[in-house]
């Protein structure tokens, strides 16, 4: 019966892994995950991960139990304390209806599904470009997808006139999905005095935020400084939505823990927003695992542990900001042509080098360089061995 089934093309940025893992070649860089690397290449587990790994073995009382369909309690506490704030107004006011999620992706298709049933403009404005899954998500959720201008290929920066066009243009309403911090694929975010300006023209056209938080801490090495765009919605008391990922910013990229908060008028209102919630994430998975959201929840409740993840977390970002620097420095002093000072403004774990897919598929084919045909690279799989064969393969393509 499933004998004129098609076969599926791999997903465009988990299939550059898959290429990568065929080439035998002894000099190839997979520049295509989006998971952070040490500059030996290897995946990294935080130490503070393992600590609270012990304290949980450790504990006569952990249990499997199923969790509560919204998660557990303590985790979805301290998740929203982490990205509203612990002053958070709206958290001391109890309306923010919080629940676990699987992760970034999870959080976000849960928060899709409930706006697609529940509110009243189901059309969703996301960046163009955007990480290549969310059209996806939303569009599978039951919401309507359009694009709003945001990157500037002439700049390498943020195209801000087409953005506050294409927003004030959209239906009174309408939900606007905004990358939190670390835009990716492009690396390009507004400054505070841009984000400013975008909240100013959504609430006064009541278009609903929906932020995607999957590098908190991870762009800036900061956690405050990287949720401020957040925050800034928060303070006018109005409502948004935040999908939180701990795949980066804890690297507990495979234990699926993540949080979606949906940030309401009053108490009441929240309240009733978490039973709707139940209701969508019950048929779907029932309840999320306990493993990743009890490691987070240790380290969130202990201030030693949370120092120490502070300090880890900053060390990731310096190692890709530092990466950054060197990539630049490598490019100038072989003379590419261009100008390559995007790479060190852009934020993030990505660079948008501007490459294009023919000179991204001639580093592949020449220098073993795997990166998505878009031109992103990722910063966290290069090292200061990997920087100059990088170089030369972007000087050798951008030559031709
Ligand atoms: N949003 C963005 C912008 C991302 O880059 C990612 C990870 N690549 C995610 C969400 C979700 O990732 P995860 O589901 O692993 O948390």
């Given at each position: ?45 935080l ?8 304290l ?12 509560p ?27 923010v ?27 969703i ?7 290549g ?8 959720s ?28 959209a ?11 670390a ?11 841009q ?9 006064s ?5 929906f932020?995607?938080?999957a ?12 949720a ?7 303070a ?5 939505l ?20 949906i940030?309401?008028k ?26 990743g ?5 240790t ?37 590419t ?16 080098t501007?490459l ?45």
């Amino acid at each position: 019966v499933f004998a004129n089934i098609l076969q599926a093309p791999d997903d465009s940025i988990l299939g550059v892994t898959v290429a990568y893992n065929k080439d035998p070649s002894p000099v190839k860089v997979n520049l295509g995950v989006g998971a952070y690397r040490t500059e030996e290449g290897k995946p990294l587990v935080l130490n503070v991960v393992r600590k609270a790994e012990q304290l949980l073995v450790n504990n006569p009382s952990g249990v499997k139990e199923y969790l509560p369909i919204t998660g557990l309690a303590e985790f979805n506490k301290l998740s929203a304390k982490l990205i509203f704030g612990s002053e958070s107004p709206a958290i001391r006011e109890n309306r923010v209806a919080t629940v676990q999620g699987l992760s970034g992706t999870g959080s976000l298709r849960v928060g899709g599904e409930f706006l697609a049933k529940h509110y009243f403009e189901r059309t969703i404005y996301i960046p163009q470009p955007t990480w290549g899954n969310h059209p996806k998500i939303f569009t599978l959720s039951g919401l309507a997808v359009k694009y709003y201008r945001y990157y500037d290929p002439a700049t390498r920066g943020l195209n801000f006139h087409g953005l506050l066009e294409d927003l004030s243009s959209a239906p009174p309403g309408a939900i606007v999905l905004l990358h939190a911090c670390a835009h990716n694929p492009t690396g390009v975010d507004p400054t505070l005095e841009q984000w400013e300006q975008i909240r100013q023209l959504m609430r006064s056209k009541g278009l609903l935020p929906f932020f995607d938080s999957a590098y908190q801490g991870f762009a800036s090495g900061s956690l405050d400084v990287d949720a401020q765009s957040v925050r800034m919605f928060v303070a006018d008391g109005g409502e948004c939505l935040a999908a939180q990922s701990y795949a980066k910013n804890m690297g507990l990229y495979g234990e699926r823990v993540g949080a979606l908060s949906i940030v309401c008028k009053s108490s009441d209102v929240a309240g009733r927003v978490e039973s709707q919630l139940k209701l969508v994430i019950r048929p779907m998975y029932s309840n999320p695992p306990i493993h990743g959201a009890s490691i987070v929840a240790t380290i969130l409740k202990n201030s030693e542990l949370y120092n120490e993840w502070t300090v880890e977390l900053k060390m990731m970002a310096d190692r890709i900001i530092s990466m950054r620097r060197q990539l630049f420095d490598a490019l100038s002093k072989r003379g590419t042509p261009g100008d390559w000072s995007h790479i060190l403004k852009q934020i993030g774990m990505f660079t948008f080098t501007g490459l294009n897919s023919d000179q991204v598929a001639f580093m592949t084919k020449e220098f073993h360089i795997y990166m998505t045909s878009d031109g992103r690279i990722s910063m966290a799989g290069l090292s200061s061995r990997t920087v100059p064969h990088l170089a030369d393969a972007i000087h050798a393509a951008v030559a031709r």
